[in-house]
């Protein structure tokens, strides 16, 4: 093929990447815009396959087809819940292909390649190493089998320190040695990286997870655009550096939305330790707001149950405000059968999504899609917040923080000065949380002891569908 | 030098494009895109499939054979679920069109 040729034909697939985000914009044409992905992905493999045909094809075509096979019969099989494990577990993937062939290029003879393309093939191997490892990691703790809760270490910050500048000298002696000797510098550097992914990772945990996520989505296509420069394939150097923008607009959008800084969510570590709610909050003997709304005087009806029904029986607006509590509980399918009954009364229910609610950039509004809620419904913060006022009742279902006015009321605390769906603005609200501990900031949420609150405790599956009947009943 | 130039103009050009195209996605997209970026990384793919251009040792072979398929998994796995998302998208909007005109009501109406 001609060089010329092949260049039209790479600047054609690197459009038609761009393009392909482009039409990502909206849910109409996104799934075309992934098949578009898809083709140009495609494209690129073929003209990699023509122009530098492999010399022996057996070994690539089975690693090839297997991939391929494994990839689709996992991306069918998992569940939308289960997706920010799964997400990440992809991570991991890239990044061990990332750091392979790094290891392989650098291998091969360091003499033949430019300074550039050796420090590329550096970092792509470091890169690629850690990604994996801190992506094992979060897929761990996303799907439940590690606790979420983040781990500190006796010294974490200097352990961490030491590691990377441990790869310093690993890297120059990588450079000067050969042979054998080069293989074990270079294992020493992947297990390297893979330990700092690690405890990099472990730190962060609960409601900061989707930061780590998009900032590995980052990782990644950083570890690809390092491994495009040190193979010195254009495309590769391309698709990589979009994907690390990509994940880096995400990781900001993240921050944002905690009002907090990267470095302050991956670096500093002071995520807010969960702490036991304090004796005095509550005096002993003094029931929770539930407990009270229960025995309340005969001026209330009976049970809290009672009084939310009522007041979604009397709502024109109803505002729903899932949390990482309802895919948690898996209610989301329940969530939207309530929201639909609630319209078949004639009222108008809306959806306001919080940016960092759940695991991951996105996750509720996925869970929601798969029960079937109409997207044009879901709403986002900045769009909800001013229209909370002229709302009658506000349903969150398994969310603390992103609904904690303490956020704006008060000084000093993990949560102040985040942003928030302003439900207390709200003329009622009901809690539908698992118990009335506070969220994963540590910070007690007051919204708990309103009297506008309404607290319905326990699973929030059970919870909405008691509450779609007592609604019902009219 | 200008090879160098060319990939530290294509890698800046590709970040900043990237990123003025993903700030307009709706945060209703943005777990979809991930996955669909997620893919888009393992093009690493192309990084491992060119490893075999030259002979290569047994254990070359076995690190590339391995890249190729976790790159592969990667690739088609993240199409393929951004896929199945999206279809959900689109399966929310009809069922929505559904049940508003069997109430008899707009959209606009319900959408406030």
Known sequence: ?474 | MADFLVMAGTLVFSFAVGYALIRRIPALLHTPLMSMTNAVSAITILGALLLFAEETGSLETALGAAAVALAMFNLAGGLAITDRMLRLFRKARKAGEARAESAGQGRAEVGG
């Not at chain 1, 990377?164 to 000067?176: E, K, M, N, R, S």
């Open chain 1, 1 to 474: 093929m001609h060089p010329a040729l092949a260049t039209v034909i790479e600047v054609a697939i690197v459009l038609c990447l761009l393009a392909a985000f482009w039409r990502f914009r909206s849910p109409l044409t996104a799934r075309g815009a992934n098949g578009m992905a898809a083709g140009a992905l495609a494209a690129a493999i073929a003209i990699v396959l023509v122009r530098q045909p492999p010399a022996s094809a057996w070994a690539p075509l089975a690693a090839f087809a297997a991939g391929m096979a494994v990839g689709c019969a996992v991306a069918f099989a998992v569940s939308m819940i289960q997706i920010p494990a799964m997400v990440a577990f992809q991570h991991g993937a890239g990044g061990v292909a990332a750091f392979l062939v790094s290891y392989v290029e650098l291998s091969r003879g360091l003499g033949s390649a430019s300074a550039v393309n050796s420090v590329s093939g550096f970092a792509g191997l470091v890169i690629g190493a850690g990604t994996f490892s801190a992506s094992m990691l979060a897929a761990a703790k996303l799907a439940n089998i590690l606790r979420g809760r983040p781990t500190r270490f006796p010294a974490h910050g200097l352990m961490l320190m030491v590691l990377i500048a441990a790869l310093v000298p690993l890297c120059i002696g990588a450079w000067t040695s050969d042979g054998w000797a080069r293989h074990a510098f270079l294992t020493a550097m992947v297990l390297d990286a893979a330990v700092t992914g690690l405890l990099f990772a472990v730190r962060i945990g609960g409601a900061d997870m989707p930061v780590l996520i998009s900032f590995l989505n980052a990782s990644a296509g950083l570890a690809a655009a390092f491994c495009g420069v040190a193979v010195q394939s254009r495309l590769l150097m391309a698709a990589g550096a979009t994907v690390a923008s990509s994940g880096s607009v995400l990781t900001h959008i993240m921050c944002v939305g905690m009002n907090r800084s990267l470095l302050n969510v991956l670096w500093s570590g002071n995520a807010p330790q969960p702490k036991p709610k304090p004796a005095q909050a509550r005096p002993a003997g003094q029931p929770p707001a539930a407990a009270i709304a229960g025995s309340a005087p005969a001026a209330q009806p009976a049970s809290p149950l009672e009084r939310a029904a009522a007041l979604l029986r009397g709502a024109k607006r109803v505002v729903i405000v899932p949390g990482y509590g309802m895919a948690l509980a898996n209610a989301q399918g329940r969530v939207a059968e309530l929201a639909r009954r609630l319209e078949k009364q004639g009222k108008e229910v809306l959806f306001a999504i919080h940016p960092v609610a759940g695991r991951m950039p996105g996750h509720m509004n996925v869970l929601l899609a798969e029960a079937e809620v109409d997207y044009e419904k879901l709403r986002e913060m900045d769009e909800i917040n001013p229209m909370l006022p002229e709302v009658d009742a506000v349903l969150i279902v398994g969310a603390c923080d992103v609904v904690n006015p303490a956020a704006i009321g008060a000084e000093g605390t993990p949560i102040s000065g985040m942003p928030i769906i302003r439900v207390h603005e709200a003329r009622a609200v009901v809690v539908c949380n698992l118990d009335d501990r506070p969220g994963y900031s540590g910070v007690e949420n007051p919204l708990y002891d309103d009297p506008r609150t309404v607290m319905l405790l326990g699973d929030a599956a059970a919870t909405m569908s008691r509450l779609a009947d007592a609604a019902g009943r009219a």
